[in-house]
């Protein structure tokens, strides 16, 4: 039987260590940094199932939730549904022609100035106050 969410489980690296079960996970992330050279090693399936190295084989071999895994990468029942081949259909004809529809791109007008205030990058601060009152008194509204 799984342990219930709040019941006390016992850390795997320290025996005096318990932890309610929803809060192992966390505990034996924080657990495992400070026993490295312990020789366990985490479950493939579960990572709260934390075995030595020499029994992991094992341990992966008859790991209850190794069931999920299984039943994801194998098939488990007898029931192939048959290969349904793909019908190419044929491209419906069509009148457009793009290339007739082409039109000339948005070419702008050099006598035209923009109608922006531009920052002058490299100048005194007394410069550029004067360049942008010169761009303002310049500056006239679309109307």
């Known amino acids: 039987m799984d342990p219930q969410p709040?019941?006390?489980?016992t850390c795997p690296y320290n025996?005096?260590?318990?932890?309610?079960?929803?809060r192992m996970h966390v505990h034996l992330n924080k657990c495992s940094r400070q026993h490295v050279k312990s020789g366990k090693t985490?479950?493939?399936f579960d990572v709260t199932?934390?075995?030595?190295?020499?029994e992991l084989d094992h341990h992966v071999?008859?790991?209850p939730k190794r069931g999920m895994l299984d039943t994801q990468?194998?098939?488990?029942?007898?029931?192939?549904?048959?290969?349904?081949?793909?019908?190419?259909?044929?491209?419906?004809?069509?009148?457009d022609d793009w290339e007739n529809d082409a039109q000339t791109?948005?070419?702008?007008?050099?006598?035209?100035?923009p109608h922006v205030i531009q920052k002058i990058k490299g100048a005194t601060a007394s410069e550029r106050k004067k360049a942008r009152a010169q761009?303002?008194?310049?500056?006239?509204?679309?109307?």
């Open 42 to 44: 985490t479950c493939p």
């Open 49 to 54: 199932h934390v075995v030595d190295e020499v």
């Open 15 to 22: 025996p005096a260590h318990q932890v309610e079960q929803y």
């Open 61 to 63: 071999a008859i790991c």
């Open 6 to 9: 709040h019941d006390l489980v």
């Open 105 to 113: 791109s948005f070419v702008p007008d050099p006598s035209k100035k």
């Open 135 to 143: 761009f303002t008194t310049q500056y006239k509204p679309l109307e």
């Open 73 to 95: 990468v194998y098939v488990t029942d007898n029931d192939h549904r048959p290969v349904v081949p793909v019908v190419q259909l044929p491209a419906p004809e069509s009148s």
